[in-house]
């Protein structure tokens, strides 16, 4: 398995700034995903983020406004850019270890834009 | 084609009892079928999987009826714990081509003590 920490846990931030999301997996994954979740909802993939190019954007989602990194297999950030009330979510990282299909979630970073 | 539906939206079951949560999907190319359980303010936790070659698993008191023919797959809870409340995702994917999952709306699920 794989244990998978974010960083902050929440923050809440004015309009028009930037949030930078970090994700840190405690073991190398093949593949590393950024999903939002409104509360009481479902998950909605945002990327495949992946190591060492541009990440792959779902419809509806753009680099410039969700724009992510992967440096390695083991670590991913997430900015959400010029944020608006719109943005208030939760976000969530996940890994997929090479070998089995399943992911791995953290824990979430709950956004509040005012 | 991509949409993976799931019921009910919220169930309320007492304890002892069985919980059961039902999703279907149209595209015959997924081939990994996930459960997952999210406590409120965690992330989702793999619950349990299967995939389509069986009809069923079981892991403890969680089972997994899945119904190729119909595009169909089940969540079954046994003696349903005050501890399981929680939501409950199914999901989808095209495992082998490395694809994302597509999971399901959820059900809230209540346990009565």
């Known amino acids: 398995s794989a244990v998978i920490s974010q960083k902050p846990s929440r923050d809440i931030c004015q309009r028009g700034t930037s949030l930078t999301i970090q994700c840190q997996v405690d073991?190398?994954?093949?593949?590393m995903f950024w999903y939002r979740q409104q509360p009481g909802q479902s998950l909605t993939l945002i990327a495949t983020?992946?190591?060492?190019?541009?990440?792959?954007?779902e419809s509806g989602f753009v680099i410039d406004k969700f724009p992510i990194s992967r440096p390695n297999l083991t670590f991913s950030t997430l900015t959400v850019s010029n944020m608006s009330p719109e943005d208030s979510s939760i976000y969530l990282c996940?890994?997929?270890?090479?070998?089995?299909?399943?992911?791995?979630f953290g824990p979430g970073t709950r956004l509040t834009v005012l | 084609q991509q949409q993976v539906k799931q019921s009910p939206q919220s169930l309320i079951v007492q304890k002892g009892g069985i919980s059961i949560i039902n999703c279907a999907y149209e595209?015959?190319?997924?081939?990994?079928f996930p459960w997952y359980q999210q406590f409120p303010g965690k992330g989702p936790a793999l619950l349990i999987a299967?995939?389509?070659?069986?009809s069923e698993k079981k892991e403890g008191r969680f089972t997994i009826s899945f119904n190729k023919s119909a595009k169909q797959f089940s969540l079954h809870i046994m003696d349903s714990q005050p501890g399981d409340s929680a939501t409950y995702f199914c999901?989808?994917?095209?495992?082998?081509?490395?694809?994302?999952?597509?999971f399901g709306p959820g059900t809230r699920l209540s346990v009565l003590p």
């Open positions: 996940s890994g997929s270890l090479g070998s089995t299909d399943t992911q791995y």
């Open positions: 073991s190398q994954v093949t593949m």
């Open positions: 983020a992946n190591q060492g190019s541009e990440a792959t954007y």
């Open positions: 595209n015959t190319a997924f081939d990994y």
């Open positions: 299967i995939r389509p070659d069986v």
């Open positions: 999901a989808a994917s095209r495992a082998r081509y490395g694809q994302n999952f597509v």
